[in-house]
């Protein structure tokens, strides 16, 4: 179906990064349908990648049995649906990522509870 806009949209942003106390990050673990949507989180962007994998996300995912056999070296990274690399030692503004910004990730071996995602 074809859509006609009726005007410009011009309208100040709700939930523009100057209200939270740091970015707003989407966080998903692919295949883990324990957790049915990415957590929206603010994260301080000098946060480095290894410590928000091994300080903030046992607090989102670590419910989750797989959690503690994650093998983060072998972890597959999707930055707003594309393949992505992070460096585990810099930061999340040296990785590049902002305001909104959707992080995915894959655990290859770990499907869901006892493989239920496959």
């Given at each position: 179906?074809?859509?006609?806009?009726?005007?410009?949209?011009?309208?100040?942003?709700?939930?523009?990064?100057?209200?939270?106390?740091?970015?707003?990050?989407?966080?998903?673990?692919?295949?883990?349908k324990?957790?049915?949507a990415?957590?929206?989180?603010?994260?301080?962007?000098?946060?480095?990648?290894?410590?928000?994998?091994?300080?903030?996300?046992?607090?989102?995912?670590?419910?989750?049995?797989?959690?503690?056999?994650i093998?983060?070296?072998?972890?597959?990274?999707?930055?707003?649906?594309?393949?992505?690399?992070?460096?585990?030692?810099?930061?999340?503004?040296?990785?590049?990522?902002?305001?909104?910004?959707?992080?995915?990730?894959?655990?290859?071996?770990?499907?869901?509870?006892?493989?239920?995602?496959?």
């Amino acid at each position: 179906m074809t859509m006609t806009s009726i005007g410009k949209y011009e309208f100040p942003q709700k939930d523009g990064a100057e209200k939270f106390p740091a970015p707003l990050l989407f966080l998903s673990w692919e295949d883990h349908k324990m957790f049915c949507a990415p957590f929206a989180v603010p994260l301080p962007p000098t946060l480095k990648f290894a410590d928000m994998c091994r300080g903030a996300f046992p607090g989102f995912f670590g419910a989750h049995p797989d959690f503690a056999n994650i093998d983060w070296d072998k972890a597959e990274w999707f930055k707003s649906g594309q393949p992505w690399t992070p460096d585990m030692e810099k930061t999340l503004a040296e990785n590049g990522l902002g305001h909104k910004d959707v992080i995915r990730f894959r655990t290859p071996g770990l499907t869901g509870l006892k493989g239920s995602a496959h």
